[in-house]
Nanobody
Framework: QVPLVESGGGLVQAGGSLRLSCAAS????????MGWFRQAPGKERQFVAA????????SYADSVKGRFTISRDNAKNTVYLQMDSLKREDTAVYYC????????????????WGQGTQVTVSS
């Protein structure tokens, strides 16, 4: 497992952009697939995006496809989520997660989770 710390959340107007970061400690970060999930108040946690350990493979939820981009920098032990054209319905706590294999949307594929960062989109 690799401890994960998210940052970059905040308040933004609809149509704006934010970039979330997830920093991992440990020398094995580059061997982990990474994912972003989110949970809005009163709703279940949902998949947002995932990336393989090389970065060659990515996956997105339909609701964010074309607006969000996941990327990683293994030299910096960091994974990013660039969020553009934000909508009110993107408001949620965003969590990054790490797993030994590329699990895509399957939350059970991830064995380490961060504490989350709040993203609030106002109209």
């Amino acid at each position: 497992q690799v401890p994960l710390v998210e940052s970059g959340g905040g308040l933004v107007q609809a149509g704006g952009s934010l970039r979330l970061s997830c920093a991992a400690s440990g020398r094995t970060f580059s061997r982990y697939a990474m994912g972003w999930f989110r949970q809005a108040p009163g709703k279940e946690r949902q998949f947002v995006a995932a990336i393989s350990w090389t970065g060659a493979r990515t996956s997105y939820a339909d609701s964010v496809k074309g607006r969000f981009t996941i990327s990683r920098d293994n030299a910096k032990n960091t994974v990013y989520l660039q969020m553009d054209s934000l909508k009110r319905e993107d408001t949620a706590v965003y969590y990054c997660a790490a797993g030994p294999t590329f699990g895509g949307a399957a939350s059970k594929a991830y064995d380490t989770w961060g504490q989350g960062t709040q993203v609030t989109v106002s109209s």
